[in-house]
């Protein structure tokens, strides 16, 4: 009994022996390793992990396509207006310019955020700029430079990359695919890379925003710094200048810009200038006075303007208003050059200027028939003249609103009676538009004016008078222009006035009353430019204490 005991003690002892040695049967087993991906989890992660990187590059090709229309707009717009800019307010061509090229700038970065192949192109270009520089590299090396470098999987690349793929024949991509599917290790481990890669371009894309962003987000900060600098500047300039009185940027003749043959002038109620020209493409501009008395223009007005008068008058000649703000215009009424007749070259309009558009815009053409069949403007001239007046070969170049009478006047440059200049009172204007009366002429003056046709005619609310402009002959033979001054009244005549003797304006059209912030001064207008020269017409500022009777 006592052996049977000790042989069973050692034989456990035996056995715990074998299993420490790791000899003998185990009650425990260790577990067997399986595959990876093995699990359908691991399926599950990497279409997660596909989807998400998937939406990330979407989500930065939104914002690259965002970044690059804004800009878009915002630059063709700047491109568009630089000109019209430049002709108004030539100042805020500054901040306009910061603008345009941080527009630029912007679309630049987002277009190469939206474009995987050349999203390091960036970080290649300074690469390649620092080689050079160190003499590592030449410029044939650029382009090797500027290629997007990685790193792929046992080195070799990745046909489940775009990029990569589309490098192989048919015949090498169907050979590798094949081998790839024959290795379960090596589908997934193609499956990881191509996952770094996809968080790679995201990476690289969301960078190249970003710097997209803060480009533009400093450029617009720094662009409304700019532009309040420069109105703040304007405003402390103008302020500076004096609150009545208007610095003038010299005492002598000054240039338009793109003005060639004016021929009346209106200011309008908000300070700024009605011009009119002679040819229809050009009829009506619009500009301002700028702090030294120039005229500034605005092409995009004027462009807008002319689209209200369908068809354009044509040989533009009269301009005046009214006391509630209508303007009237007059054309020349006189033959073209083959001696016919024209309906763009007689019309007598009125409309309204509010802000930048035509209102209540009307045209009346039968002015040369009134004129021709009225008794009373026949029987005026027998009084002068025994031959009867052809008003079929009139020219009419002055327009003027007498705001004591309502009454518009109507100065004819021919023809000439017996010497004398002819100056038609139209009674009912507001009649003639508003209730489609006959026009009606009260009076006829015919005014001494030395021999010459009247070339403009304005009343003159300073002086309480009306200003006449004409041409005369003067010792030598040459023509000049000569200013006259007339009350308006029937049996009064006009006296001359003295010009200073700095004014060398030729061809005076247009002379009107201005106001420059609460100084009123004379305009002067000459038509001696030429398109075809690309020569400007010219005009002048006077002060009233200027003028001298002869």
Not at 153 to 182: C, F, H, P, Q
Not at 246 to 275: C, H, K, M
């Amino acid at each position: 009994m006592t052996d049977s005991k000790t042989l069973s003690d050692a034989g456990a002892a035996s056995a715990d022996s074998k299993r420490e040695n790791g000899e003998g049967p185990s009650k425990t087993k260790a577990p067997k390793q399986r595959l990876v991906g093995s699990k359908k989890g691991v399926e599950t992660m990497f279409r997660n992990a596909y989807r998400a990187e998937l939406e990330i590059i979407n989500l930065a090709a939104t914002k690259a396509n965002i970044m690059i229309s804004l800009n878009g707009f915002i630059a063709s717009a700047l491109m568009i207006s630089g000109a019209f800019i430049y002709t108004s307010s030539p100042e805020f061509l500054v901040p306009a310019t910061i603008f345009l090229f941080t527009s630029a700038a912007s679309i630049y970065f987002a277009l190469l955020a939206a474009s995987p192949d050349m999203a390091s192109m960036p970080g290649g270009m300074v690469a390649w700029l620092k080689a050079v520089i160190k003499r590592d590299a030449s410029p044939r090396d650029f382009k090797t430079c500027v290629r997007p470098r990685r790193e792929f999987v046992d080195g070799e690349s990745n046909i489940l990359i775009y990029e990569e793929r589309v490098k192989l024949s048919k015949a090498d991509y169907w050979e590798r695919m094949r081998a790839l599917l024959d290795d379960q290790e090596d589908v997934y481990a193609k499956m990881s890379d191509q996952l770094y890669w996809l968080g790679q371009m995201a990476n690289r894309k969301f960078k190249l925003l970003k710097v997209s962003y803060s480009v533009f987000r400093w450029g617009l900060i720094l662009s409304v710094l700019t532009f309040i600098g420069v109105e703040s500047f304007h405003t402390i300039r103008l302020a500076l200048d004096g609150d009545a009185v208007v610095r003038l940027r010299n005492l002598g003749i000054s240039q338009f810009e793109d003005i060639y043959e004016p021929s009346a002038f209106q200011q309008l109620p908000d300070g700024r200038v009605l011009v009119v020209e002679d040819e229809p493409g050009r009829a009506f501009s619009i500009m301002r006075f700028l702090a030294d008395g120039s005229l500034a223009g605005d092409p995009a007005l004027d462009v807008r303007l002319m689209r209200a008068f369908r068809p354009p008058p044509n040989d533009l000649e009269g301009l005046s208003m009214d006391t509630d703000g209508h303007i009237y215009a007059i054309t020349s009424h006189s033959r073209d050059r083959e001696g016919r007749r024209q309906a763009s070259r007689e019309q007598l309009l009125r409309f309204r200027i509010l802000g930048d558009d035509i209102l209540d815009l009307q045209v009346y053409t039968g002015l040369i028939e009134q004129l021709q069949r009225s008794p009373f403007v026949q029987q005026a001239l027998g009084r002068y003249s025994e031959q009867p007046v052809n008003f079929s070969d009139i020219n009419s170049e002055g327009l003027g609103f007498d705001p004591r009478t309502q009454d518009l006047l109507i100065g004819l440059r021919e023809p000439v009676v017996d010497g004398k200049s002819m100056i038609l009172k139209l009674d009912n204007p507001l009649g003639l538009f508003e209730r489609g009366e006959t026009p009606i002429f009260s009076e006829v003056f015919l005014l001494d004016l030395q021999g010459g046709g009247i070339r403009s005619l304005a009343y003159d609310p300073i002086l309480g008078s009306f200003l006449i402009v004409n041409e005369i002959s003067g010792h030598e033979g040459n023509l000049y222009s000569q200013l006259w001054s007339w009350s308006g009244e029937g049996d009064a005549q006009p006296q001359p006035v003295a010009l200073p003797e700095i004014i060398n304006l030729n061809n005076v059209e247009a002379i009107d009353s201005v106001t420059l912030n609460g100084e009123a001064r004379l305009l002067m207008m000459s038509d001696e430019g030429s398109v075809k020269k690309e020569q400007p017409a010219k005009y002048m500022l006077l002060e009233y204490g200027q003028l001298s009777a002869q």
